[in-house]
């Protein structure tokens, strides 16, 4: 008796082979490797909620006082949740697990797509090199020193060593200028969102500050670590090759590719010239929740979220439309404050007497829907401080439960180029070259140069700059770290916002604490610690020393 | 047929010196019997009764006696005198000659080595009709079952033979419905005649590869050479829940919940934070309580027993035939049953059809045709009231406030912003839409058996199936409106909420999966006794091929609600539903042999091997061999017994030992290398969203069958012919080969670059199966007891793991499913005892935190280091049952109490699926006061720990509204519970007419009462003993009280 057929090939999936014979399937794999950047879209890693690390910040205030929407104010003001067992601020595994199957495509590219010509192997290789370089900026952003993986390992090869600060980046820096060597500059309408040359120099360029900034301010004061930290005496050199990549950008620039924008549309247009790496969405199937997550609640009644809102601490810092300070001393600026300010103001902030889709929003205490609430136990899903978060928000949606959110999210702006370029350069001892940068960004923000002569002031202005310009972005939690000033102006201090009560015809702002707790941010967290699931399992690494 | 052609010629030849005997078999009720064996003493010349218990035989002048026998009863030997012979027989308390069901043929009790146990159709049919799997608890020995929900057609038990063995894939036994593998939950208990359970090896070993887990057999009933006989079973039942906890009313809700929020200011004060306002005053609460609340936000509602509460309604009819002639016999049944949720607009309807046929074509052919068709319709509401289901309605309805009106003051419902979103537990049940799933199954069989004619005993039989099941589902989901506040609110109104809970525009899903069969099994059977010895062999090749698939799709935004197709959903791109689809395969063969041998029927010897082939093994590993040899001495029947043969009349010694194999890998194909696609796009590349393809685990080339090396010894006995029975069989199995993955066992940092299936791991299992039975009758006083009690524990004897682990975390020498925590020693009492205290969570302790125990004494409480074992797997050790029936004239009466102990249950702690949440350690709703913003149960305030309260059992009062340390929510002790139950699962009273009431037309007309989990003694009080592992709410298991009539014609 002969047996039947048993030996059925599998209905659901491809062999290995055929994927690399087939340029069209390598692209298919490829592409599936930049969903990764949707962890990180509108600043929502590491918290899980969008803009939630600006929320660890003096820039916004989330209004939640409960975990989940609110842990990140659990966060800002407990450093003692973050330890080994729970790291908070948690990449590492879904980190090294992009890694891994980025290795994996990078193995089978060189060792069974015999077919494909060798430029467009290098063009692989490089998109490849560029998502590993991303993925692992972040992982280095975090732990300082991370297991250094370059190829595919297997369980074989489970005990790896933590590398040294210095050769994270080092190694970071070395993946992106692969990607700006062999990616091309522009791509055809059908691979819009793909990786470019400009998108790997500005990434190594901010590599490079990062490197560089740790180098001239960690100086091994904040733990006893042995890979941590990276010897003052690179500073100089990684100023300068951030310097050098930032001016790779302003060439491409100056070829028509990247222009600064207009600021107030440039976020609700998905072509933006401002754009050097853009994550796209589309309805129904990719969309996300920007919109029903800031704004004010009756656009969306019962079920608007209002994670976070501006405090007045960001809301002060926007200067006059002719580029002086504002400030509540002055009683003339304190009885009209939201008027005659810069531009970008009026983009980012929604305050009270801001119009807004056909209507002008109350944001005194005498609005019980969408005017300020004291911060609290509750979920408040109003605004503590007086502001709604305006940057970001489609003012065209006007269905947002149904229609969600899908406008772009710019990893990567040619205004970052400039920031980094200027603070670069600035380092360097190039004043000139730095004002340079920074003065074209406040030109085509409307703002007169900048009036900062010497690097400290230089330094001064390009803070404030960044805070302004960038701010919901996801950068001002991680540029105090690299500056290590993060336990200083995060730590023992509560935020505020303004508190408008009517009086007469008027409006009276008192400015008002929002936070129920003092802030903390202790020397430790400047190195998160490697989780304990890595340590207890990677037998030839060691907890970073402090943890 | 060459037989009765011979005896024909027999008897015309001696019709003339011969008489025609005629007469009528009873039993003592004096019912007639059908079917029973009429043989002429010293003669080879037999026939059987008819429908009404009628025979007529011819009996020459050298024979006089007639035997009577029929299974259940005794045999009667009748000495004739006259033409008419009546007998009566008298029911028998031996089960010897009770015919049981064993893999791939039967056998006599008195003759089978393995560890066999049978159930027979009357013994089941004591419980109320519904999902059969519910029927066997405490039934059988060496069954253990857990029924975790309640839910109208998802009401499944888990069930386990022997406990389980291996801690990796299915741990569930396979089911053989006639000789092919088939589900039985939905068969009518009406058409089925046995179900027995293969425990050992040897019983086992020839279904190979699908053997490790047991096997059950279920046979359906097949037609009898007698007149046609009707039989009409209808029932109507009223079920409510066993047990669901009280929560607390409106103002004892505004109440407690101020209360907890002093103990939060407590809090907040000694961490450094402002004390926040308490939400309610005390007028509030007075106002509500005594009636004069004005405030349009409040009232008092109990939602929970709103949605649970009810009693509901099912019912079940069934109608059977059986009957036939020498030639051809025939079985059908129809048969429906209905039940009713006490959820609003949850019910399930199930209509089972049967016909097996059998017919002998000539002397050498005969054929079986059996052809099962049956229909399940499952209703649910559009949010599916599945224990599983995220936003639940239980979980709606445990956490939405009893502070509120059931409806605002413009007549919409209320609702709560709970953490998840806006909730309202009977707006989602009545208003959310619906889910309806049809699934129709065809099954066939067609059987061919053939006596090769030229070798006396060798038959061969070709066994082919084909099984169809397809299931369609709908699902409308529709927004639905309510007015909701949010928390903390406690002036101004609702306001309108359009989109509860995520639902934003009507959507139609449609999808539709199959699966067939297809089943080729032919083999040749050889029966032989020379002499003293008695020989069967068997030989067969089986052959299976599963093949399934599904696809979905749907429509959304419809401009017209009340057609609820596809064509009429809207046809903008931006609404529609991208379709899915997918195939699967599964193909397996074998070849079994099996040798059984008897000398004098006391000396009994066994042996079975098959040869399996599984596509889930790489062609290197894909053959496994799975021997199994047993013997059995029948004790009784040696010339030594003497007179002990008068109390122990029968006393079989028995043992067996075999190999079975598991083939549950982790991923299909886990020896390829391949690449899969998203089933959604994941990425907008060129304004387009692209799905991508990604690689599947690495192969392992390695693989191969995991074994299960099972020994099993054992007894029989009857004493005072049967009026005591024993049936005890202890176990041992040692698996090894367990096929499990490893990915627990590397570090992150390598990617997950592991293969998704290893042969890893060895664990055994051991235990013992008993059953006693009683059987007895005092005049017209029948009675029996018997009693089943099975015990099993595993244990792991190696696994994979991280030899980094302290030795009280190592899983390695503990049984499989243990429950890791940390070990509670009291609560701090104090802010001093707290400040100082240690926690593996974050955050500030406080006064009525548990206190963890510092296992390796380092001063520190860490998950690497102070978690342990503290409590047993879900499954119980232990299963008993004690079935006691009895019947006095036309009465008749059957409990039975069914038992389990040895099993632990967490109330909070690790998630397991239950609302949609798995491997996540927090809290639930039994666990923290006013978990995720909701209400509480009654018992839970009344024991949470205050400081009034220092000695509770559960920790700080809280309201939720202040970021505790998540500390309490880890793993640990605290929140694990006994939960050991004993139950009266069934009790059934019943009373026959007598006879001269109605028209003899009829020949039987019983009415019965019976109730289902009437009554639970155990530790938990307010939940029931079996509900799912730390949930938010779930279909509470169902009590039953139902009423009933048997009409046979």
Same mark, same amino acid.
């Given at each position: 008796m002969g047996s039947c057929k048993i030996d059925y090939d599998p209905l659901d999936r491809y062999t290995d082979v055929a994927v690399y014979q087939n340029p069209a399937n390598i692209r298919s794999y490829i592409i599936g490797m930049y969903s990764e950047f949707n962890t990180f879209k509108f600043g929502s890693f590491p918290i899980g909620y969008d803009n939630a690390t600006d929320a660890l910040t003096d820039l916004m205030k989330y209004s939640s006082g409960v975990s989940g929407n609110g842990t990140v104010n659990i966060l800002a003001s407990d450093a003692s949740r973050v330890n080994a067992?729970?790291?908070?601020?948690?990449?590492?595994?879904?980190?090294? /697990?992009?890694?891994?199957?980025?290795?994996?495509?990078?193995?089978?590219?060189?060792?069974?797509?015999?077919?494909?010509?060798?430029?467009?192997?290098?063009?692989?290789? /490089?998109?490849?090199?560029?998502?590993?370089?991303?993925?692992?900026?972040?992982?280095?952003?975090?732990?300082?020193?991370?297991?250094?993986?370059?190829?595919?390992?297997?369980?074989?090869?489970?005990?790896?060593?933590? &590398?040294?600060?210095?050769?994270?980046?080092?190694?970071?820096?070395?993946?992106?200028?692969?990607?700006?060597?062999?990616?091309?500059?522009?791509?055809?309408?059908?691979? $819009?969102?793909?990786?470019?040359?400009?998108?790997?120099?500005?990434?190594?360029?901010?590599?490079?500050?990062?490197?560089? &900034?740790? /180098?001239?301010?960690?100086?091994?004061?904040?733990?006893?670590?042995?890979?941590?930290?990276?010897?003052?005496?690179?500073?100089?050199?990684?100023?300068?090759?951030?310097?050098?990549?930032?001016?790779?950008?302003?060439?491409?620039?100056?070829?028509?590719?990247?222009?600064?924008?207009?600021?107030?549309?440039?976020?609700?247009?998905?072509?933006?010239?401002?754009?050097?790496?853009?994550?796209?969405?589309?309805?129904?199937?990719? $969309?996300?929740?920007?919109?029903?997550?800031?704004?004010?609640?009756?656009?969306?009644?019962?079920?608007?979220?209002?994670?976070?809102?501006?405090?007045?601490?960001?809301?002060?810092?926007?200067?006059?439309?002719?580029?002086?300070?504002?400030?509540?001393?002055?009683?003339?600026?304190?009885?009209?404050?939201?008027?005659?300010?810069?531009?970008?103001?009026?983009?980012?902030?929604?305050?009270?007497?801001?119009?807004?889709?056909?209507?002008?929003?109350?944001?005194?205490?005498?609005?019980?829907?969408?005017?300020?609430?004291?911060?609290?136990?509750?979920?408040?899903?109003?605004?503590?401080?007086?502001?709604?978060?305006?940057?970001?928000l489609d003012q065209s949606n006007t269905n947002i439960i149904v229609n969600k959110s899908d406008q772009s999210w710019m990893e990567m702006r040619y205004a970052e180029v400039l920031l980094i370029d200027a603070e670069a350069k600035t380092k360097i001892n190039n004043i000139g070259g730095a004002k340079t940068s920074l003065n074209e960004l406040r030109t085509k923000r409307g703002l007169p140069n900048t009036p900062s002569q010497t690097a400290p002031e230089m330094m001064t202005a390009i803070e404030h700059e960044r805070m302004v310009e960038l701010a919901f972005e996801g950068h001002r939690y991680w540029d105090l770290r690299r500056w290590r000033k993060a336990h200083i102006v995060l730590n023992n201090i509560r935020f505020t916002g303004h508190r408008g009560t009517p009086a007469g015809t008027g409006v009276t702002y008192q400015t008002v604490t929002v936070d129920n707790a003092n802030r903390q941010f202790t020397p430790a967290l400047y190195y998160i610690p490697i989780p304990l699931d890595e340590t207890l399992k990677n037998n030839a690494i060691t907890q970073i020393k402090g943890w | 047929m060459s037989l009765m052609l011979c005896m024909f010629c027999f008897n015309i030849a001696a019709f003339s010196q011969s008489k025609v005997v005629t007469g009528t078999v009873t039993d003592k009720s004096n019912l007639p019997i059908p079917g029973v064996s009429v043989k002429v003493k010293g003669s080879s010349r037999a026939t059987v009764t008819d429908g009404t218990g009628k025979y007529s035989i011819s009996l020459d002048a050298n024979h006089t006696a007639l035997v009577f026998s029929y299974l259940g009863f005794a045999p009667k030997e009748v000495t004739v005198t006259g033409v008419t012979a009546n007998a009566t027989l008298d029911e028998s308390n031996s089960q010897l000659d009770e015919v049981i069901v064993v893999g791939y043929g039967t056998q006599k009790k008195s003759n089978v080595i393995g560890s066999v146990a049978q159930i027979n159709s009357a013994d089941l049919k004591q419980a109320p009709t519904m999902n059969i799997t519910n029927m066997l608890a405490g039934r059988l020995p060496g069954i253990t079952t857990v029924q975790s929900s309640g839910r109208p057609g998802a009401d499944d038990a888990t069930i386990r033979v022997r406990g389980t063995s291996t801690y990796a894939g299915g741990q569930g036994p396979t089911v053989i419905v006639d000789g092919v593998e088939r589900s039985f939950a939905q068969l009518d208990p009406n058409e089925i005649e046995s179900i027995s359970v293969l425990k050992d090896a040897v019983s086992s070993a020839v279904y190979g590869l699908q053997a490790a887990n047991g096997i059950i057999l279920v046979t359906t009933k097949r037609g009898k050479s007698m007149s046609p006989k009707v039989s009409y079973d209808g029932a109507i039942m009223q079920n409510s829940n066993t047990r669901f906890p009280k929560f607390l009313d409106g103002p004892d809700y505004m109440d407690w919940f101020s209360r907890a929020e002093t103990l939060d200011n407590d809090y907040r004060i000694n961490v450094g934070m402002d004390p926040s306002p308490l939400t309610y005053n005390q007028q509030q609460i007075d106002a509500l309580r005594n009636g004069t609340n004005t405030n349009p936000l409040f009232g008092n509602t109990d939602w929970?027993?709103?949605?649970?509460?009810?009693?509901?309604?099912?019912?079940?009819?069934?109608?059977?035939?059986?009957?036939?002639?020498?030639?051809?016999?025939?079985?059908?049944?129809?048969?429906?049953?209905?039940?009713?949720?006490?959820?609003?607009?949850?019910?399930?309807?199930?209509?089972?059809?049967?016909?097996?046929?059998?017919?002998?074509?000539?002397?050498?052919?005969?054929?079986?045709?059996?052809?099962?068709?049956?229909?399940?319709?499952?209703?649910? %509401?559009?949010?599916? %009231?599945d224990n599983t289901a995220y936003m639940n309605p239980f979980y709606q309805a445990v956490r939405t406030l009893p502070n509120m009106p059931m409806y605002a003051e413009n007549g919409l419902p209320t609702a709560y912003q709970s953490n998840a979103g806006y909730v309202n537990p009977l707006a989602a049940v009545s208003q959310s839409g619906y889910q309806k799933g049809e699934t129709n199954v065809f099954q066939s069989n067609l059987t061919f058996n053939v006596k090769v004619p030229w070798v006396e005993g060798l038959s061969a039989k070709v066994l082919t199936s084909f099984d169809k099941s397809a299931t369609e589902n709908k699902g409308w989901l529709t927004p639905y409106q309510l007015m909701g506040r949010v928390r903390g609110q406690t002036s101004g109104n609702f306001t309108l909420i359009s989109n509860p809970p995520g639902i934003t525009v009507n959507t139609l899903r449609q999808s539709y999966s199959q699966n067939n069969r297809l089943t080729f099994q032919p083999s040749l059977n050889y029966n032989k006794t020379i002499g003293d010895h008695t020989f069967t062999v068997l030989a067969l090749y089986e052959w299976s091929r599963r093949k399934s698939n599904v696809f979905s799709t749907g429509a959304r935004n419809f401009a017209l609600s009340d057609l609820q197709e596809i064509d009429f959903g809207s046809s903008a791109t931006n609404d529609f539903i991208s379709p899915t689809g997918n195939s699967d395969i599964q193909a397996r063969n074998g070849y079994v042999g099996r040798i059984n041998y008897a000398f004098k029927e006391k000396y009994l010897f066994e042996v079975a091997m098959r040869a399996d082939a599984s596509l889930n093994f790489p062609p290197e590993g894909r053959w496994g061999y799975f021997p199994g040899v047993g013997l059995g001495w029948v004790a009784s029947e040696e010339a030594f017994f003497g007179n002990l043969k008068n109390t122990v009349s029968f006393l079989k010694l028995k043992a067996t030992y075999g190999v079975l194999g598991k083939d549950a890998v982790q991923t299909d194909f886990p020896y390829l290398s391949a690449f899969q696609l998203n089933t959604n796009p994941v990425v907008v590349i060129g304004g387009t969203p692209l799905a991508a393809l990604y690689t599947a685990s690495p192969p392992n080339r390695d693989l191969t069958w995991e074994r299960h090396k099972m020994t099993n010894v054992g007894f029989q006995a009857e004493l005072w012919n049967g009026k005591f029975g024993v049936d005890f069989d202890c176990f041992y199995t040692v698996v090894t080969d367990v096929l499990t993955g490893r990915g627990s066992l590397y570090p992150p940092s390598l990617g997950g670059n592991v293969p998704s299936t290893f042969n890893d791991g060895i664990t055994d299992n051991r235990g013992f199966d008993l059953q006693l039975r009683h059987k007895n009758n005092i005049g017209k006083f029948n009675y029996s007891i018997t009693g089943n009690f099975n015990w099993a524990r595993n244990k792991i004897i190696l696994i994979n793991e991280n030899q980094n682990l302290p030795a009280w975390q190592k899983r390695t020498g503990r049984p499989i499913g243990e429950k890791l925590g940390f070990v509670v020693d009291g609560f701090y009492q104090n802010w001093e005892e707290a400040r100082n205290g240690t926690s593996p969570s974050a955050g500030f302790l406080a006064p009525g935190y548990f206190r963890y125990k510092d296992l390796n004494g380092d001063g520190r409480i860490t998950r690497d280091a102070d978690m342990t074992f503290v409590g047993r797997s879900n499954l119980p050790e232990i299963m008993y049952g004690l079935n006691l029936q009895a019947s006095y004239g036309g009465f008749d009466f059957s409990a039975l109490f069914q038992g389990a102990a040895l099993s632990s249950l967490a109330l909070g702690g690790l998630y397991e699926g239950s609302s949609g949440t798995s491997g996540i350690e927090d809290n639930s709703p039994f666990t923290k006061t006013f978990y995720g913003y909701g209400n509480s149960p009654y018992y839970l305030v009344e024991q949470s720990w205050t400081p009034d309260n220092p000695n509770a059992k559960y920790p700080r009062l809280t309201s939720g509204g202040v970021s505790l340390s998540p500390h309490n929510a880890n793993q640990n002790s605290g929140f694990i519970i006994k939960n050991d139950y004993l139950r009266l699962k069934t009790i059934q009273l019943g009373y026959t007419l007598p006879k001269t009431v109605f028209n003899s037309k009829i020949d039987r007309v019983r009415f019965y009462v019976s109730g289902f989990n009437l009554f639970t003694w155990d530790k938990l009080k307010y939940l029931d003993p079996e509900m799912p592992n730390v949930n938010n709410g779930f279909y509470p298991q169902q009590k039953m009280i139902s009423g009933g009539v048997n009409l046979t014609f």
């Open positions: 067992a729970g790291p908070q601020l948690n990449y590492w595994s879904t980190g090294y /697990a992009r890694i891994r199957r980025l290795n994996e495509f990078l193995e089978g590219l060189n060792t069974k797509a015999q077919g494909l010509d060798e430029n467009s192997k290098l063009a692989f290789e /490089a998109e490849a090199r560029f998502i590993r370089g991303y993925v692992y900026f972040w992982l280095v952003r975090l732990h300082g020193s991370v297991v250094l993986v370059d190829k595919l390992i297997g369980p074989n090869e489970k005990d790896n060593p933590r &590398s040294s600060e210095e050769d994270c980046y080092k190694f970071v820096a070395a993946d992106f200028a692969f990607a700006a060597q062999y990616l091309p500059a522009t791509r055809d309408a059908a691979n $819009t969102g793909r990786a470019t040359k400009g998108a790997a120099y500005g990434m190594l360029a901010r590599t490079w500050l990062y490197a560089a &900034s740790i /180098a001239e301010n960690d100086k091994k004061q904040f733990n006893t670590d042995e890979l941590t930290g990276i010897p003052q005496a690179k500073a100089q050199e990684y100023y300068t090759n951030a310097s050098d990549a930032a001016d790779e950008v302003k060439k491409l620039a100056a070829q028509g590719i990247y222009a600064l924008d207009d600021f107030a549309t440039m976020f609700t247009n998905k072509n933006s010239k401002e754009g050097l790496f853009t994550m796209y969405y589309s309805r129904p199937l990719i $969309t996300h929740q920007q919109d029903l997550g800031f704004v004010p609640p009756s656009d969306a009644p019962g079920q608007a979220l209002v994670y976070g809102v501006p405090t007045a601490e960001l809301v002060n810092e926007f200067e006059m439309s002719d580029g002086s300070k504002f400030s509540w001393a002055n009683p003339t600026l304190a009885a009209n404050p939201y008027a005659n300010r810069e531009p970008r103001f009026y983009a980012t902030v929604l305050y009270n007497g801001s119009a807004w889709k056909g209507r002008t929003l109350n944001t005194t205490t005498s609005d019980v829907i969408e005017g300020i609430t004291e911060y609290g136990a509750a979920e408040a899903k109003r605004t503590v401080t007086g502001y709604y978060a305006k940057k970001f | 929970v027993g709103a949605l649970l509460d009810k009693k509901s309604l099912s019912q079940n009819h069934g109608i059977t035939v059986r009957g036939g002639t020498e030639k051809v016999r025939y079985f059908s049944s129809v048969g429906y049953l209905g039940q009713d949720g006490v959820v609003e607009n949850t019910d399930f309807k199930r209509f089972n059809l049967r016909t097996n046929v059998d017919a002998e074509l000539n002397s050498i052919l005969s054929v079986a045709f059996d052809l099962n068709a049956r229909m399940q319709n499952t209703t649910t %509401p559009g949010i599916s %009231p």
